[in-house]
């Protein structure tokens, strides 16, 4: 009998779910968060969620949650006790226990005596690209996030993997978080220019497009005017989105005010934003190395593969990564931690996404292929028809090259001009530019 591993990611406008067993078999699901709103919300949704998978609750052996939504660290322990308890109510095996920023894992009474150590744990990301890096045998890496709220980005050398660092000393040496996500609001500063704002949309209105009520531009709106991302297929189509509320906004608060275009204001604002983080990525790695040529760049969270490539291109890196799993990379880092803590249990070397993997799909030569959409690339404004691919349809070592667009029910990868892409015997999206 296969024995399961629970983790949970309670972002600040998604929240993922991953329960994995033994054999490396793999279950994902993306959430809005409602840890806002109910507790009972989020216990029915983990329930259905096992259902799914077609798993007993009793054969869940541990439980791990890591909070990043913003919220007083003393509530985040009273949601995560409450949590707990309508859980154990519920017939859950055992207490769950929640992921610090030291690598730690810690009941919730423990917790409770220093609570900012479990707020927003980086350590997710940084065992992902440990994991993947060594998968991969890649030892050198540039891992970049980029989720609702925020963006982290870490390096990995052949000298960090080889050091005796603490995870403490990893994450302040070679981590960065940064206050850029995809729900992040965009405004125009003193100059005139699109800008990211330092608040981010809530989980409650989020981006415009969401149609919950917000009506200020956001780096989603940006890409959904581009192209980038399906309209019906985000979060398995669980949330329509809505484009000609995305154009309205970015119409009123960036195209009017400046006198251009809604695409042309959309493409100044994705285009600043992988500016910016290349920037940060220049900064990040300038004291370990000089020339990122023999650096692999390996992209997460759901708005990362959409601008990975673009990043990886302004900062001189040739290969990039889009892993299995890509969308939920914290909560893939929270078993990772587990895995570290538990010396009864390792985690598989390769991980399978359960009931994903469709290579039956067929529409006209390429099995792969979904259909085609205008998308928006270059700064002439001029749209390519984009050829659309299905991730779950792509076999192992099938090729295809750019300009194109792979969907997945977590993350869209947006692959650029004289990008080459490669899927691995570890259902790893391999991506090479030239």
Same mark, same amino acid.
């Given at each position: ?26 279950? $994902? ?5 409602? =840890? ?22 009793? +054969? ?5 949650? @890591? ?6 660290? +003393? ?17 859950? %095996? ?13 009941? $919730? ?38 989720? @609702? ?52 949309? #809530? ?17 989603? +709106? ?33 195209? #009017? ?44 969270? @759901?708005?990362? %593969?959409?601008?990975?490539?673009? =990043? ?47 290579? #039956? ?9 979904? @259909? ?32 194109? $667009?792979?969907?997945?029910?977590? #993350? ?23």
């Amino acid at each position: 009998m296969s024995r399961y591993r629970f983790s949970i990611d309670l972002g600040e406008t998604f929240t993922d779910f991953v329960i994995l067993d033994d054999t490396g078999r793999l279950s $994902i699901k993306k959430i809005p968060t409602t =840890i806002h709103d109910s507790i009972h919300n989020l216990v029915e949704d983990l329930r259905y969620f096992v259902m799914e998978c077609k798993i007993e609750i009793a +054969d869940i052996e541990a439980l791990v949650v @890591g909070i990043s939504v913003q919220m007083p660290p +003393d509530r985040a322990i009273n949601c995560a006790r409450d949590l707990e308890q309508q859980l154990l109510a519920a017939g859950w %095996p055992s207490p769950l226990q929640l992921v610090t920023n030291h690598g730690q894992l810690l009941r $919730i009474h423990e917790a409770a005596e220093n609570p900012e150590a479990i707020m927003s744990p980086r350590i997710g990301g940084l065992m992902t690209g440990r994991y993947f890096g060594e998968q991969m045998e890649q030892k050198n890496l540039v891992v970049l996030r980029i989720g @609702g709220a925020s963006a982290f980005l870490s390096l990995q050398t052949e000298l960090s993997a080889r050091s005796m660092d603490t995870l403490d000393q990893s994450l302040e040496k070679y981590g960065l978080s940064l206050p850029i996500g995809g729900n992040s609001y965009i405004g125009l500063n003193d100059k005139g220019e699109p800008v990211l704002q330092p608040e981010h949309a #809530t989980p409650g209105p989020g981006p415009a497009c969401f149609d919950r009520g917000g009506d200020l531009p956001t780096l989603t +709106d940006a890409d959904l005017v581009l192209g980038y991302l399906n309209k019906d297929y985000f979060l398995y189509g669980a949330i329509p989105l809505k484009i000609e509320l995305a154009k309205k906004a970015i119409l009123k608060h960036l195209a #009017t005010p400046l006198n251009i275009s809604v695409e042309e204001a959309a493409m100044r604002v994705s285009s600043g934003v992988d500016a910016t983080i290349a920037d940060h990525i220049r900064k990040l790695t300038g004291a370990h190395t000089r020339n990122l040529e023999s650096y692999s760049l390996l992209a997460f969270g @759901g708005a990362g %593969p959409v601008h990975a490539c673009e =990043i990886a291109r302004l900062v001189g890196i040739s290969q990039m990564v889009v892993p299995v799993g890509a969308g939920v990379s914290s909560a893939l880092g929270y078993l990772l931690v587990l895995s570290e803590n538990d010396p009864d249990w390792q985690i598989p070397k390769a991980m399978q996404r359960a009931g994903y993997y469709n290579p #039956t799909r067929r529409l006209g030569d390429f099995y792969a292929l979904k @259909g085609y959409r205008s998308v928006y690339y270059e700064k002439d404004l001029t749209p390519c028809g984009c050829p659309i691919y299905d991730r779950a349809g792509i076999r192992s070592d099938d090729t295809l090259s750019g300009p194109a $667009i792979i969907e997945g029910p977590e #993350t869209t990868v947006v692959m650029r001009e004289k990008s080459y892409a490669r899927m691995d015997a570890f259902r790893n999206l391999r991506i090479s530019m030239r």
